[in-house]
């Protein structure tokens, strides 16, 4: 069995409460009973795309687990490069990253596009996930994740600044039938969808919880809940490679 925690949206801000959240879901996880075969974080890891939210980050998601992160949104890549990944001469060249398991493949691609919200992933990114879907062999499954979901969740604050482009996603996947899933965050909430025939799994948020339209017709300009716990999905790969997921709630054992 492989257990993969995903974790999103921590935008860390350099104030106390984002840094809270995700260390309570660090410590969480760290406490488990067992050992993760990884731990992804999909993206707007900081909020403004500073030094200061990457060395708060780096300080705050250490964990006993493998770890990958992507970008977001929010995310600059050259400091994302230099605080997080310790790049002394940062590119600003798409942020991929690979994890290649006991038994299953991570491929974490970087859907940002900078200086925008919406998000798009560049020829050089989907070239090198064809590479990596080629070079896995068909037995072993591949879950490919990013920040920005490919379709409409019917959420119109996120629907309109997801990931565009997405035809070519599609195509892709339709040449590997080992890619078993894609996983991504942005929309602050939990969901469960499909696309070009897969699933797709969306995180929700560790800053915050998107309010649905049925939840806030009263309110329409409010789109976050801050006073909701963060929450962490795990994806489960059994031995039969059926996928599951599991959505938790973390609440800080200490209060």
Same mark, same amino acid.
């Given at each position: 069995?492989?257990?993969?925690?995903?974790?999103?949206?921590?935008?860390?801000?350099?104030?106390?409460?984002?840094?809270?959240?995700?260390?309570?879901?660090?410590?969480?996880?760290?406490?488990?009973?067992?050992?993760?075969?990884?731990?992804?974080?999909?993206?707007?890891?900081?909020?403004?795309?500073?030094?200061?939210?990457?060395?708060?980050?780096?300080?705050?998601?250490?964990?006993?687990?493998?770890?990958?992160?992507?970008?977001?949104?929010?995310?600059?890549?050259?400091?994302?490069?230099?605080?997080?990944?310790?790049?002394?001469?940062?590119?600003?060249?798409?942020?991929?990253?690979?994890?290649?398991?006991?038994?299953?493949?991570?491929?974490?691609?970087?859907?940002?596009?900078?200086? #925008? %919200? +919406?998000?798009? =992933?560049? &020829?050089?990114?989907?070239?090198?996930?064809?590479?990596?879907?080629? @070079?896995?062999?068909?037995?072993?499954?591949?879950?490919?994740?990013?920040?920005?979901?490919?379709?409409?969740?019917?959420?119109?604050?996120?629907?309109?600044?997801?990931?565009?482009?997405?035809?070519?996603?599609?195509?892709?996947?339709?040449?590997?039938?080992?890619?078993?899933?894609?996983?991504?965050?942005?929309?602050?909430?939990?969901?469960?969808?499909?696309?070009?025939?897969?699933?797709?799994?969306?995180?929700?948020?560790?800053?915050?919880?998107?309010?649905?339209?049925?939840?806030?017709?009263?309110?329409? #300009? %409010? +789109?976050?809940? =801050?006073? &909701?716990?963060?929450?962490?999905?795990?994806?489960?790969?059994?031995? @039969?490679?059926?996928?599951?997921?599991?959505?938790?709630?973390?609440?800080?054992?200490?209060?």
């Amino acid at each position: 069995m492989i257990v993969i925690a995903h974790l999103s949206d921590v935008h860390f801000d350099g104030e106390p409460r984002a840094a809270e959240r995700a260390r309570t879901v660090m410590a969480y996880l760290d406490a488990l009973p067992y050992d993760l075969d990884a731990v992804l974080i999909s993206g707007d890891i900081a909020d403004d795309g500073a030094a200061h939210e990457y060395a708060q980050a780096r300080a705050t998601l250490v964990s006993r687990h493998p770890t990958v992160v992507c970008p977001g949104n929010h995310d600059d890549r050259r400091a994302f490069r230099r605080g997080l990944l310790g790049e002394e001469e940062p590119s600003a060249a798409p942020v991929d990253a690979v994890v290649r398991g006991s038994g299953f493949v991570l491929a974490v691609c970087d859907s940002s596009v900078p200086g #925008e %919200h +919406h998000g798009r =992933l560049e &020829e050089s990114t989907l070239a090198w996930l064809d590479e990596v879907l080629t @070079d896995t062999p068909r037995e072993v499954p591949v879950l490919v994740a990013f920040h920005h979901p490919p379709v409409e969740l019917h959420t119109p604050y996120v629907d309109g600044i997801r990931q565009f482009g997405e035809e070519r996603l599609a195509a892709l996947a339709e040449r590997h039938p080992h890619l078993t899933a894609f996983l991504c965050g942005h929309a602050h909430t939990a969901a469960a969808t499909t696309f070009a025939g897969r699933p797709l799994l969306v995180a929700p948020g560790v800053a915050s919880t998107l309010r649905l339209p049925w939840e806030r017709q009263d309110d329409p #300009e %409010h +789109h976050v809940h =801050l006073d &909701e716990p963060p929450a962490v999905a795990f994806h489960v790969l059994g031995d @039969d490679g059926r996928l599951t997921t599991h959505y938790r709630v973390v609440v800080d054992a200490r209060r």
